[in-house]
């Protein structure tokens, strides 16, 4: 059974940075892309990094770069998610996925997302 848990949500002030995790376990994860994802209240879910099964290659949009870096450890079975600067526009929940490749990332599975409350 594939399962994502994500964690280190919470409210925290603007300006401030924060580690979102995804541990994951389940099938063979570990070959898989995996990616971030946030969605603000009324929004539609944006993609905001990815990383190669191997971490050898990363991906960010143009709205994230800069302040977002992913990381992972195959042998911890954790994606790890920096965000720097926060802003308050990065308030939503943010959710971790596993997709076969990171070009194009195409989630498969999801996790149930991690709540951040960024304050002005």
């Known amino acids: 059974q594939v399962q994502l848990v994500e964690s280190g949500g919470g409210l925290v002030q603007a300006g401030d940075s924060l580690t979102l995790s995804c541990a994951f376990s389940?099938?063979?994860?570990?070959?898989?892309?995996m990616g971030w994802f946030r969605q603000a209240p009324g929004k539609e879910r944006e993609f905001v990094a990815g990383i190669s099964w191997s971490g050898g290659s990363t991906f960010y949009p143009h709205s994230a770069k800069g302040r977002f870096t992913i990381s992972r450890d195959n042998a911890k079975n954790t994606v790890i998610l920096r965000v720097n600067s926060l802003e308050p526009e990065d308030t939503g929940v943010h959710y971790c996925a596993a997709a076969p490749k990171l070009y194009p990332f195409e989630p498969e599975y999801w996790g149930q997302g991690t709540q951040v409350t960024v304050s002005s």
């Open positions: 389940g099938r063979t994860l570990s070959s898989y892309a």
